[in-house]
């Protein structure tokens, strides 16, 4: 749906058109919430807590780095995190995977293969939450679950949900789903104790960055340079993320002379995707780095990035914890 998208952030004669589907949607999600509510459908409660990091809106709002950050918070408060993931267009033919830094990004999602490079903790990818974290506690003795994404995977129970929101796109027209780029209603958030917001955050929301930690090369990931080696210069930007023009944005705050490239999110790459008829470097997200390494050269780097919350966000993490996860 990658052509509906600019459809998403305006009201447009397409997504005016689409609004009857909008609410046809949005009518299936609220009955599907109250069935849930109303113990028509049934959540399955796991014997440790459950963490879920998600959003309301399609696309890249900078879940993937806060549950990094937030794992690692996890461990320094002497606990054993596990995180559970979609795994995302990964094509494995059975599941669960347990998910290594030397898996195969087209098997298990490329999100799947960052999460396990970064969060030095058990990842398993599943498309079923559920049969995932089961996999985590049967075989790693997790004594927390992270889920990254599934805000909307009822099935699971959940203790504490935390929401993501995009600070420059917001919530679009706010519209669901094909109208707009709502998964469900704005209203969802009241139900949500936690809000964090990547970029400017509004009232009862807390903000966080994206902090820039480096470049690096990546077909040999070792391999790093300062930022400040290719400020000032030209570059080809690749992404293929939920929301390209904030990764392009960032490389021009950072000095970079941007020539744009952007796919749609979780594209699959090829060699013709990132190489150029030049000798300028080509800098993309360590996303879509993972699925590039086996065929890009020495002129191929990634930025690396870590989730910076306010300092307040630990402190109501823990809080929430020790009230719903200690009782």
């Known amino acids: 749906?990658?052509?509906?998208?600019?459809?998403?952030?305006?009201?447009?004669?397409?997504?005016?058109?689409?609004?009857?589907?909008?609410?046809?949607?949005?009518?299936?999600?609220?009955?599907?919430?109250?069935?849930?509510?109303?113990?028509?459908?049934r959540s399955?409660?796991?014997?440790?807590?459950?963490?879920?990091?998600?959003?309301?809106?399609?696309?890249?709002?900078?879940?993937?780095?806060?549950?990094?950050?937030?794992?690692?918070?996890?461990?320094?408060?002497?606990?054993?995190?596990?995180?559970?993931?979609?795994?995302?267009?990964?094509?494995?033919?059975?599941?669960?995977?347990?998910?290594?830094?030397?898996?195969?990004?087209?098997?298990?999602?490329?999100?799947?293969?960052?999460?396990?490079?970064?969060g030095a903790c058990p990842v398993v990818a599943d498309p079923d939450r559920v049969r995932a974290a089961r996999s985590l506690l049967c075989d790693h003795g997790c004594d927390v679950i992270v889920s990254d994404d599934g805000l909307q995977h009822l099935r699971l129970a959940r203790d504490i949900e935390i929401a993501v929101i995009d600070g420059e796109r917001r919530f679009g027209n706010g519209w669901c789903l094909p109208a707009g780029p709502l998964r469900e209603p704005v209203s969802r958030l009241d139900r949500v104790p936690l809000r964090v917001t990547n970029g400017k955050a509004r009232t009862g929301e807390l903000?966080?960055?994206?902090?820039?930690?480096?470049?690096?090369?990546?077909?040999?990931?070792?391999?790093?340079?300062?930022?400040?080696?290719?400020?000032?210069?030209?570059?080809?930007?690749?992404?293929?993320?939920?929301?390209?023009?904030?990764f392009f944005a960032q490389l021009r705050r950072l000095g970079f002379d941007v020539i744009e490239h952007p796919f749609p999110d979780h594209h699959r790459f090829t060699l013709a995707d990132i190489?150029?008829?030049?000798?300028?470097?080509?800098?993309?997200?360590?996303?879509?780095?993972?699925?590039?390494?086996s065929f890009a050269g020495d002129r191929h780097w990634y930025l690396s990035v870590e989730a910076r919350p306010d300092p307040v966000f630990g402190?109501?993490?823990?809080?929430?914890?020790?009230?719903?996860?200690?009782?």
């Not at 004669?13 to 113990?39: A, E, I, K, Q």
């Open 1 to 41: 749906m990658h052509w509906l998208e600019k459809h998403w952030y305006r009201l447009s004669p397409v997504s005016l058109t689409l609004l009857p589907v909008s609410w046809v949607y949005c009518f299936l999600m609220w009955l599907r919430g109250h069935g849930y509510r109303w113990n028509l459908l």
């Open 207 to 246: 903000g966080m960055e994206l902090m820039e930690t480096g470049l690096w090369r990546v077909n040999s990931p070792t391999q790093t340079v300062a930022i400040a080696e290719f400020q000032e210069r030209q570059v080809h930007a690749v992404a293929g993320i939920g929301h390209p023009l904030r």
């Open 275 to 293: 190489v150029f008829d030049d000798n300028k470097p080509v800098i993309m997200t360590q996303k879509d780095a993972v699925k590039c390494e």
């Open 44 to 118: 399955v409660k796991l014997s440790v807590p459950v963490i879920v990091v998600g959003n309301i809106t399609v696309g890249g709002t900078g879940k993937t780095p806060l549950v990094i950050w937030l794992v690692a918070f996890l461990k320094q408060k002497g606990l054993r995190p596990g995180i559970i993931t979609r795994g995302y267009q990964g094509r494995a033919k059975a599941w669960p995977q347990l998910v290594l830094p030397q898996s195969d990004p087209d098997q298990v999602g490329d999100e799947a293969v960052l999460l396990a490079r970064r």
């Open 315 to 327: 402190k109501r993490v823990w809080q929430l914890f020790e009230e719903k996860c200690r009782e």
